[in-house]
Antibody, heavy 118, light 110 residues
Framework: QVQLVQSGSELKKPGASVKVSCKAS????????MNWVRQAPGQGLEWMGW????????TYAQGFTGRFVFSLDTSVSTAYLQISSLKAEDTAVYYC???????????WGQGTLVTVSS | QSALTQPPSASGSPGQSVTISCTGT?????????VSWYQQHPGKAPKLMIY???KRPSGVPDRFSGSKSGNTASLTVSGLQAEDEADYYC??????????FGGGTKLTVL
């Protein structure tokens, strides 16, 4: 079945970097774009942007430029989210989600909790 | 891109129907039939419930339906059941070739 499996929770200090992985299975990885969504504690969903899995070209939403980088390793059907210069306000659950032709998110990864604390 | 507007909360008794609205602009909800709805239970990943305004993925009960009028989309849950208690989010494609979510609605089954 189509599935996205993300890497485990991370605890980082302010100023550090983190790389979250999202491994896809059950479909042709390069046939669908991969999106990233952030959910801060007790808050709603926030679209971070997406990466074209054919070309590797990323698109970042407002507020997610500079410290956020989307990347791919198509040989292992995996997308990555890297966040540098971490701040306390980056504490959140980060989801990857495949996007269909009609711009709907399905499926979703299980989420990765990134906690930034000194 | 501003978030789409949803009511923070909605409620209904078992068996009743409840409708959740999602208001945007002509640059997102009103301009495209690319509105989708997601259900999220506490501590879980969101789940697609409706896509392209009114289509239901396989496995989603037909108690869930979607519609759109102008710049406002709606999700209706009929025959409310206890397991429908969750947060619901709408999403839309935008004229900037981006995607945007609503702020979310907490549905309580009384």
């Amino acid at each position: 079945q189509v599935q996205l499996v993300q890497s485990g929770s991370e605890l980082k200090k302010p100023g550090a970097s983190v790389k979250v992985s999202c491994k896809a299975s059950g479909y042709t990885f390069t046939s669908y774009a991969m999106n990233w969504v952030r959910q801060a504690p007790g808050q709603g969903l926030e679209w971070m942007g997406w990466i074209n899995t054919n070309t590797g070209n990323p698109t970042y939403a407002q507020g997610f430029t500079g410290r956020f980088v989307f990347s791919l390793d198509t040989s292992v059907s995996t997308a990555y989210l890297q966040i540098s210069s971490l701040k306390a306000e980056d504490t959140a659950v980060y989801y990857c989600a495949r996007v269909g032709d009609g711009n709907w998110f399905d499926p979703w990864g299980q989420g990765t909790l990134v906690t930034v604390s000194s | 891109q501003s978030a789409l507007t949803q009511p923070p909360s909605a409620s209904g008794s078992p068996g009743q129907s409840v409708t959740i609205s999602c208001t945007g602009t002509s640059s997102d909800v009103g301009g495209y039939n690319y509105v989708s709805w997601y259900q999220q239970h506490p501590g879980k990943a969101p789940k697609l419930m409706i896509y392209e305004v009114s289509k239901r993925p396989s496995g989603v009960p037909d108690r869930f339906s979607g519609s759109k009028s102008g710049n406002t989309a709606s999700l209706t849950v009929s025959g409310l059941q206890a397991e429908d208690e969750a947060d619901y989010y709408c999403s839309s494609y935008t004229s900037s070739s981006t995607l945007v979510f609503g702020g979310g609605t907490k549905l309580t089954v009384l």
